[in-house]
């Protein structure tokens, strides 16, 4: 799919990107066309969003159904939708921690974590049908330093709302 494509089908949503004519005088360029992808993601995403609030039980089956496209366009091939699963997990933790400058809160630094475990076991999972030992060892080593950040994320969340008592807390109680 060009970049003068993917222009077309966001046209045809209504959401095509405004650009600079001074710089792109003749339209969207190649160089343009992950970020328009990118656009085109972000749109079909809200779409399926308004489409599939799961405010009552019965509305489940819109996700289903929007999952039974999903299958049609993937195909049979399980490595290929682990592929792409992975990459938009990829795409969630960044997401996830992106408007925060330095730290992340405790809660955010749990849902990071939780998203990359599940990054780094479908990694290991892949590395693991290849025969590939090495890599298997690389990707769980990965996925057990995010639980740990899970782990540690949502024990800060307790402390944070007094649930449980912070390493200060402990250190003046004995």
């Known amino acids: 799919m060009s ?4 222009y077309a089908a966001l046209a045809a949503l209504g959401a ?6 001074k710089k792109r005088p003749s339209g969207p360029q190649e160089e343009d066309r992950l970020r328009l992808l990118g656009s085109l993601l972000a749109k079909t995403e809200l779409e399926i969003t308004a489409a599939t609030r799961l405010t009552e039980e019965a509305e489940i089956e819109d996700v289903l ?3 039974l496209g999903w299958d049609e366009q993937v195909g049979a091939d399980p490595g290929l939708a682990v592929n792409v699963v992975t990459n938009r997990l990829q795409r969630a933790a960044v997401q996830i921690s992106q408007p925060e400058a330095q730290e992340l809160p405790p809660g955010r630094e749990a849902a990071f974590g939780a998203v990359m475990t599940a990054v780094y076991t479908l990694g290991a999972q892949l590395h693991a049908e290849r025969g590939d030992a090495q890599g298997t060892r690389r990707a769980l080593s990965g996925a ?3 639980l740990i950040d899970v782990l ?3 024990h800060d969340l307790r402390v944070a709302i007094g649930d449980t008592a912070g390493p200060e807390d402990k250190a003046t109680d004995g």
């Not at 970049?3 to 993917?6: G, N, T, V």
């Not at 095509?16 to 004519?21: F, G, I, N, R, S």
């Open 16 to 21: 095509e990107p405004v650009a600079d004519p």
């Open 65 to 67: 159904e929007t999952l």
């Open 144 to 146: 057990e330093e995010a």
């Open 3 to 6: 970049a003068e494509q993917i």
């Open 152 to 154: 540690q994320g949502m």
